[in-house]
């Protein structure tokens, strides 16, 4: 079945990038039914959907940090990546990745996350 | 402050029903599908409720959903322990984003 699992520095240091890599196995990342998304949870508080990516490099960002977060996807590895630029200790997180569905309505994201990675700590720390 | 707001905290004894409510606007809930995700300690969330009242093959009937206006609710009848969780409402908003609700502790007693 699916599988996501999430890879990068569990440590970043305030003022740089967060970069983060989500690799899909078990299908393709390719196919033109699903996006794929990033998700974070900061310890002991709730889910906040950071942006998600469809194959051909559509993206849609949270509106509030889109000033910072670039999505991309890179379908000979099947993989999308995370880059979260100016850290600061409040992005301190577990980041999910996720896929979901494709609206063929609107041709944008449906918040349907299913499934998950396992997610990974990131500790924005000096 | 999530666009979809939800109680802290809900509890309930074993078989007995609870719900948990999820309230947002006309821009999200009012015209989109609403999602629940049931996050238990230490694991990833996973998805409960799709499109406002359907179940993920898997996922007990005793778990439904709801939608009226810019309200949705999330029932668990049969109450178990191993219900107690976070729950977390999401719905696709007409500013091209995908809020969460601020998450919702159930506790069995």
């Known amino acids: 079945q699916l599988q996501l699992q999430e890879s990068g520095p569990g440590l970043v240091k305030p003022s740089e990038t967060l970069s983060l890599t989500c690799t899909v196995s078990?299908?393709?990342?390719?196919?033109?039914?699903?996006?794929w998304g990033w998700i974070r949870q900061p310890p002991g508080k709730g889910l906040e959907w950071i942006g998600s990516?469809?194959?051909?490099?559509?993206?849609y960002y949270n509106p509030s940090l889109k000033s910072r977060v670039t999505i991309s996807v890179d379908t000979s590895k099947n993989q999308f990546s995370l880059k979260l630029s100016s850290v600061t200790a409040a992005d301190t997180a577990v980041y999910y990745c996720?896929?979901?569905?494709?609206?063929?309505?609107?041709?944008?994201?449906?918040?349907?996350?299913?499934?998950w990675g396992q997610g990974t700590l990131v500790t924005v720390s000096s | 402050q999530s666009v979809l707001t939800q109680p802290p905290s809900a509890s309930g004894t074993p078989g007995q029903r609870v719900t948990i409510s999820c309230s947002g606007s006309s821009s999200n809930i009012g015209s989109n599908y609403v999602y629940w995700y049931q996050q238990l300690p230490g694991t990833a969330p996973k998805l409960l409720i799709y499109s406002n009242n359907q179940r993920p093959s898997g996922v007990p009937d005793r778990f439904s959903g709801s939608k009226s206006g810019t309200s949705a609710s999330l029932a668990i009848s049969g109450l178990r322990s191993e219900d107690e969780a976070d729950y977390y409402c999401a719905a696709w908003d007409d500013s091209l984003s995908a809020p969460f609700g601020g998450g919702t502790k159930l506790t069995v007693l």
């Open positions: 996720a896929r979901s569905d494709y609206d063929y309505v609107w041709g944008s994201p449906m918040p349907n996350f299913d499934p």
């Open positions: 078990g299908g393709s990342i390719s196919s033109s039914s699903y996006y």
């Open positions: 990516i469809y194959y051909s490099g559509s993206t």
